[in-house]
């Protein structure tokens, strides 16, 4: 039996880690959207550099997460106070493995406590299966952004109380 994967707030001491995270599970889990295309990979990577992450930790508008089976980080998540799931990511070798679920639910209860009616994402085509399963719906057709092709999701939160 697989131990529990404990997802806990990330510390401004883990932006190094979220976008080394972050840039791994891109250039590996990504692969079928930028089909390895330097330029592309950059320019997906480069969004998510230790000071940007540094600078999200800092925003109190800003949600992260890791993930982490057995004190080792696994993935990654980002939500903003507006409803954005910024990102979801997942070390390659930990996907299926109930990693990105748990960080997906970890940032909805997020944006529960704080009346976010729902929650949105812009994803990549490969990845809309993973957040459908988790209930998101398609809120617009899909788009491209820069050369990598976008689904936009959401999903409605039941509020507490």
């Known amino acids: 039996m697989q131990a529990p994967i404990c997802i806990r707030p990330a510390k401004p001491a883990d ?4 976008s080394r995270i972050i840039e791994r599970s891109i250039r590996v889990g990504c692969a079928l959207e930028h089909r390895n295309d330097p ?3 950059n320019r997906w990577i480069d969004r998510q550099s230790a000071d940007i992450i540094s600078a999200r930790l800092a925003d109190s508008h800003c949600y992260l997460n890791v993930a ?7 993935g990654v998540g980002m939500a903003t106070a507006s409803g954005d799931i910024g990102f979801c990511h997942v070390q390659p070798e930990w996907f299926r493995r109930g990693a990105g679920r748990a960080l997906m639910s970890d940032l909805e209860g997020w944006l529960r406590i704080r009346g976010v009616p729902q929650a949105c994402i812009a994803s990549t085509r490969s990845g809309a299966a993973f957040y459908r399963h988790l209930g998101y719906c398609d809120s617009a057709p899909p788009a491209s952004d820069q050369g990598l092709h976008r689904v936009t999701l959401y999903k409605p939160l039941a509020l507490p109380g």
Request: glycine share 8%; charged share 15%; net charge neutral.
């Open 68 to 74: 982490l089976l057995q004190d080792k980080p696994v």
């Open 39 to 41: 330029q592309q990979v």
């Open 15 to 18: 932006a190094g880690l979220i």
